[in-house]
């Protein structure tokens, strides 16, 4: 039980601690305002995190992750998933949204580095199994292809962000796919694709079960 409440109160923290960062930057938010944010004394939030930098630390721990990524007929598919997924939860999760905050913060950056390394990584990961399924045309090079994506996921997050009017980042992401994918899929894969930009929602409410095999 006494664990059950620390932990608990751990993530309270770490996410009003996000959405201070989302809401005034890194150099702004301070310790005092989580306090008043909280309601919890000093002593318990130095029990959990010894600094404000071991929050941002936290907070970039928890940026790359496969929930809802489950295994599918096609490599493309995980793939395309992932960064589907990402799209629907950044709105919905502060930690997500802070630690894309932090990445482009430059003194955050110049402290903590970034997770951007890392989602190239976890993609070249997926599109390297696809190359080597033959879901991917001759000329794409894996590594190339996420780098590239990574960038461009990015971009147009931050550019949807700031846009006065209000863009659905899912459905900006899942256009982003439908541009891309054409030159770098073999036509028999790309037509079984789902790049719809409410698949992620329902990944996630299913508990990311595998799809039936009517892929195959």
Do not use: C
Request: charged share 25%.
């Amino acid at each position: 039980m006494r664990q059950d409440r620390a932990i608990r109160t751990r993530k309270l923290i770490l996410e009003s601690m996000a959405i201070l960062f989302n809401d005034v930057g890194y150099d702004a938010a301070t310790i005092a305002a989580l306090v008043e944010r909280t309601g919890l004394t000093r002593g318990a939030l130095y029990f959990h995190f010894a600094s404000k930098e071991d929050m941002a630390r936290a907070v970039l721990d928890e940026a790359v992750t496969r929930e809802g990524l489950s295994p599918q007929a096609f490599k493309l598919q995980e793939w395309v998933d992932l960064g589907l997924l990402l799209a629907y939860r950044l709105p919905r999760e502060p930690i997500l949204r802070a630690a894309i905050r932090l990445a482009v913060d430059p003194k955050a950056r110049r402290l903590f580095g970034t997770r951007w390394p890392d989602w190239v990584v976890l993609g070249n990961e997926l599109l390297t199994q696809a190359k080597e399924g033959g879901e991917l045309l001759p000329h794409a090079d894996p590594a190339a292809v996420s780098r590239a994506f990574v960038g461009a996921w990015t971009g147009v997050q931050l550019v949807t962000e700031v846009l006065e009017e209000k863009l659905d980042l899912s459905e900006e992401i899942a256009g982003l796919y439908q541009l891309l994918l054409p030159s770098i899929v073999t036509p028999v894969v790309l037509a079984k694709l789902d790049l719809s930009p409410y698949r992620a929602e329902r990944l996630l409410r299913v508990g990311g079960g595998q799809e039936a095999s009517d892929r195959g």
